[in-house]
Antibody
Framework: EVQLVESGGDLVQPGGSLRLSCAGS????????MNWVRQAPGKGLEWVGR??????????DSAEPVKGRFTFSRDDSKDTVYLQMDSLKVEDTGVYYC??????????WGQGTLVTVSS | DVVMTQSPLSLPVTLGQPASISCRSS???????????LSWFQQRPGQSPRRLIY???NRDSGVPDRFSGGGSGTDFTLRISRVEAEDVGVYYC??????????FGQGTKLEIK
C-alpha cells in the first residue's frame, strides 16, 4: 500500500524558516517525481513545486509565489523529500501536502501538515 | 498563465440523481506530445484530495464507475451518474499541460439536497 507521511508543520513568525518532510513507502520512491501542494484555510489547492527523480536529473520547479524562498530536495536513501521554506510570509499559511507522480501528478497524497505563519 | 474555471461552484444534488461539473481552460490543454493533461480530484470534508480521473477520461484504481470524465481542448466535464452520500465534498479540475506546471480550478462544492 502506498503511503506518504508529511511532518514538520508548526507555528512560525513571519520571516522565519521551516523544513517539511515527506516519507514515502509502498512504492519505488527513487523512481517517483514528487510534488508539494498547499491549501490555505478554507481555500482551494495551489501547486507549490516539484522535484524529479535523480535518474531524470533531480531538477526542481517551483511556483512563482515561492520562487527564491522555497527549496526542494530529496534523500532516496531515506525515501524522503523535503521542503525548506525560508522568508515565510503570512500568506504561506496552510496545509502542505506531498503528492507523488508515478502515473501522473497527484496519484497519491499524504495527510498534510499545517504551517501557520503568524506573529 | 493558464486559468482553470469551474462551474458551478456550488452543486446541490438529490441522492440517486446525476451531477455534472464543468471545467474550462483559458488555453487548449492538448500537449505537444499529443496527450491532454486534465485531471479531476475529490476532497471529502476533513480529508486529503484524491485523484479520480487523469488525462481527461482515465479512472484511477478503486474509483467507482459512476464517475466519468470527458471533453477536449478547453472544455471538460466530470459526471457522476448517480450521486451517493459519500460523494459529498469539493471537486477540483487540474491542468498539467502548461506553465505553471499544475493549475487547479476554484473547486465545486457538491452537497446533498
Amino acid at each position: 500500500e502506498v503511503q506518504l507521511v508529511e511532518s514538520g508543520g508548526d507555528l512560525v513568525q513571519p520571516g522565519g524558516s521551516l523544513r517539511l518532510s515527506c516519507a514515502g513507502s509502498g512504492f519505488i520512491f527513487s523512481n517517483a517525481w514528487m510534488n508539494w501542494v498547499r491549501q490555505a484555510p478554507g481555500k482551494g489547492l495551489e501547486w507549490v513545486g516539484r522535484i524529479k527523480s535523480i535518474a531524470d536529473g533531480g531538477t526542481t520547479d517551483s511556483a512563482e509565489p515561492v520562487k527564491g524562498r522555497f527549496t526542494f530536495s530529496r534523500d532516496d536513501s531515506k525515501d524522503t523529500v523535503y521542503l525548506q521554506m525560508d522568508s515565510l510570509k503570512v500568506e504561506d499559511t496552510g496545509v502542505y501536502y506531498c503528492t507523488s507522480d508515478q502515473s501522473g501528478m497527484g496519484d497519491y497524497w499524504g495527510q498534510g501538515t499545517l504551517v501557520t505563519v503568524s506573529s | 498563465d493558464v486559468v482553470m474555471t469551474q462551474s458551478p461552484l456550488s452543486l446541490p444534488v438529490t441522492l440517486g440523481q446525476p451531477a455534472s461539473i464543468s471545467c474550462r481552460s483559458s488555453q487548449s490543454l492538448v500537449h505537444s506530445d499529443g496527450n491532454t493533461y486534465l485531471s479531476w480530484f475529490q476532497q471529502r470534508p476533513g480529508q486529503s484530495p484524491r485523484r479520480l480521473i487523469y488525462e481527461v477520461f482515465n479512472r484511477d484504481s478503486g474509483v467507482p464507475d459512476r464517475f466519468s470524465g470527458g471533453g477536449s481542448g478547453t472544455d471538460f466535464t466530470l459526471r457522476i451518474s448517480r450521486v451517493e452520500a459519500e460523494d459529498v465534498g469539493v471537486y477540483y479540475c487540474m491542468q498539467g499541460t502548461h506553465w505553471p506546471l499544475f493549475t487547479f480550478g476554484q473547486g465545486t462544492k457538491l452537497e446533498i439536497k
